[in-house]
């Protein structure tokens, strides 16, 4: 079992930067693939980002050269930079974990967060 808690949303302007931090329990954390998705009022739960136990990023193309993944296996944690944040960024952001390699369909993920808000201001 993989427990994760998302940290890090809030509000903020366009153009500015939010880093959010998602702590995962279990001792075989190393081995997860991370991601992050997002959900905005009325949409579907989209891919944003994710990584593979060795380190490898994958992005969705809306956000590549404006967000970075990364994960710390010593700390249990996976974080979001998001810089140059937009308006159509606003969503609640989820961390998941799943055993296997990247995916982007959020069915295949194992383990989720509740949740973290972000709101970006025009």
């Known amino acids: 079992q993989v427990q994760l808690v998302e940290s890090g949303g809030g509000l903020v302007q366009a153009g500015g930067s939010l880093r959010l931090s998602c702590a995962a329990s279990g001792r075989t954390f190393s081995s997860y693939t991370m991601g992050w998705f997002r959900q905005a009022p009325g949409k579907e739960r989209e891919f944003v980002a994710a990584i593979d136990w060795s380190g490898s990023p994958y992005y969705t193309d809306s956000v590549k050269g404006r967000f970075t993944i990364s994960r710390d296996n010593a700390k249990n944690a996976v974080y979001l930079q998001m810089n140059s944040l937009k308006p159509e960024d606003t969503a609640v952001y989820y961390c998941?974990?799943?055993?296997?390699?990247?995916?982007?369909?959020?069915?295949?993920?194992?383990?989720w967060g509740q949740g973290t808000q972000v709101t970006v201001s025009s």
């Open positions: 998941a974990a799943r055993t296997s390699v990247i995916v982007t369909k959020s069915v295949l993920y194992d383990y």
